[in-house]
């Protein structure tokens, strides 16, 4: 059973650019989420999607959006990219019913804007 | 606003002993609360949960205790072990579970 992977492992953006950061979901599992994390801080949640539908999101501008596909894997995408955006993007995917609370992340994407 | 908080960034316990990490929380709405371990270029992992009808959930050297009305968790690691040094992540969610709510972490190191 393959974990949780995302890709790229780094990437260095300009402001003003877009990026699209990777997930590949645990097996199985039909939920992802998506957080930031700051240095220093704890993960924020960003958004959930369920069956390729979002189920939830944070207190994130409309520049951060996101799409599930029916494979499961997801994508996070930031348009006009910020240098407060410089974070550790996490995904987290999680089955569905009573263990959905338990999430399973992937090592993250550091994202590094100029 | 942040809805969970860990105020202690680091904790230091010798091997064998006690570890305590604490983490309170603001919105009684929470109702699930859960720990996450992190190791340096990991992802968080999944340690130890409790729903908001227990106060005690105990799994192997791991026990986390809730107490409601103080809005206040805790989690006790019993023996201390060096490979238990990592940075401990409480998070909250309320019933509709879509949402999950992070403290800022308490890293944790275990001198043999």
């Known amino acids: 059973e393959t974990g949780v992977t995302q890709s790229p492992t780094h990437l260095i953006k300009t402001r003003g650019q877009q990026v699209t950061l990777r997930c590949s979901s645990q097996?199985?599992?039909?939920?992802v989420s998506w957080y930031q994390q700051a240095l220093g801080q704890g993960p924020q949640f960003i958004f959930q999607y369920y069956r390729e539908e979002e189920n939830g999101r944070g207190n994130f501008p409309p520049r951060f959006s996101g799409l599930q596909f029916p494979n499961y894997s997801s994508e996070l995408n930031v348009n006009a990219l910020e240098l407060d955006d410089s974070a550790l993007y996490l995904c987290?995917?999680?089955?569905?019913?009573?263990?959905?609370?338990?999430?399973?992340f992937g090592p993250g994407t550091r994202l590094t804007v100029t | 606003d942040q809805q969970v908080k860990q105020n202690s960034p680091s904790l230091s316990v010798q091997e064998g002993r006690i570890s305590i990490l604490n983490c309170d929380y603001t919105?009684?709405?929470?109702?699930?609360f859960l720990w996450y371990k992190k190791y340096p270029a990991e992802g968080p992992t999944f340690l130890i949960s409790i729903s908001s009808i227990k106060d005690k959930n105990e799994d192997g050297r791991f026990t986390v205790f809730l107490n409601k009305s103080a809005k206040h968790l805790s989690l006790h690691i019993v023996p201390s072990q060096p490979g238990d040094s990592a940075v401990y992540f409480c998070a909250a969610s309320k019933p509709t579970g879509n949402q999950f709510y992070f403290g800022t972490g308490t890293s944790l190191t275990v001198i043999p």
């Open positions: 987290a995917s999680s089955p569905s019913g009573k263990s959905s609370y338990e999430q399973y």
């Open positions: 919105n009684s709405m929470f109702d699930y």
């Open positions: 097996s199985g599992h039909n939920t």
